[in-house]
């Protein structure tokens, strides 16, 4: 049985997903099995991929975004640890024996994580995600669903490894919050179990033109995670803290609004204002712009 099972959705990018198949292959931890989610491509991706990397699983389903992806490869792993990897990252050699390692070092934990640093469009080369004193202070115990979620984010699932056992217990990814199913899954897992930093560089994140602007408009615009996990999550909420987590997420709403006015949108901008003054009604400029929508 392989140790760690490693997931990779991909969906029409049989020009880059090469690179990350030997990235994968060339880590100094090989007791792996890969798994490609072909996620509904149109383009050679299952052809080259049956050519060039016969040793692969792969499997091709209909579109259903990276969460439904991601779920149908663990559906299919049998690794203790389950690693993902986007389909444009690429892994340093050392990357999964680092994070063994630290559940090495942490017995308890229930999903390590490392560092990335980032290339391509829009970036100066060698930028990291988290500097180096910031890794120091993320070393020094278990990292907190509060942590993760306002101060230091996880870069991504490329950089993530999770106990099988920990990833069934929260039940997987959710295929209904959209964009951020990752850090919704994270803050699941934080909240109830210990989570880790390990101080190493073990990704290089691939940022394009596409990924680039579909980062902003979800930064921009996703509020779904942040509204089920009120609503579903209690544990989270506690572990974060209900007022604090109340008046971020009216924040939240307040800044989709001016965003929504900003684009032309009056009808969202007015509900995410008027979601903003019902979420935190003692402050009197969401009941302002509420009225003035």
């Known amino acids: 049985m392989p140790r760690i099972s490693v997931i ?18 060339a880590q100094s931890f090989t007791g792996i099995e890969l798994i490609v989610v072909d996620d509904g491509s149109i383009d050679d991706t299952g052809a080259m991929i049956k050519r060039d990397y016969p ?45 063994l390692d630290g559940f090495a070092a942490h017995p308890e934990a229930a999903m390590v994580f490392d560092n990335a640093k980032y290339f391509g469009v829009g970036v100066e080369d060698d930028t990291v995600h988290l500097d180096e004193a910031t890794c120091v202070s993320l070393s020094q115990g278990a990292v907190s669903a509060n942590t993760l979620l306002w101060d230091y984010p996880v870069a991504s699932m490329s ?20 964009a951020l199913d990752d850090l919704h899954l994270y803050l699941r897992i934080a909240a109830d179990h210990e989570v880790r930093f390990i101080n190493y560089l073990g990704c290089r994140k691939r940022v394009t033109s596409q990924n680039l602007s579909q980062l902003i408009n979800i930064k921009e615009t996703n509020v779904a995670y942040l509204e089920d996990l009120w609503r579903n999550h209690p544990k989270v909420i506690k572990s974060i803290g209900p ?25 969202r901008s007015k509900e995410m204002f008027g979601k903003a003054y019902r979420t935190n009604y003692f402050n009197p400029r969401y009941l302002w712009h509420t009225l003035l929508s």
């Open 8 to 25: 990779i959705p991909t969906f029409n990018n049989a020009t880059l997903l090469a690179e990350t198949l030997d990235s994968v292959f």
């Open 55 to 99: 040793q692969v699983r792969y499997v091709h389903q209909p579109n259903g975004g990276p969460a439904a992806a991601r779920n149908a490869g663990v559906g299919l792993a049998q690794g203790e640890y389950f690693a993902f990897c986007d389909h444009d990252d690429l892994w340093n050699p050392g990357h999964l024996q680092a994070l």
């Open 159 to 178: 950089v993530a490894m999770v106990r099988k056992k920990h990833f069934d217990l929260v039940g997987g990814l959710s295929e209904q919050v959209g």
């Open 243 to 267: 007022v604090s987590f109340r008046l971020r997420l009216a924040r939240k709403y307040f800044k989709l609004g001016r965003y929504y006015k900003h684009n032309g949108e009056p009808t």
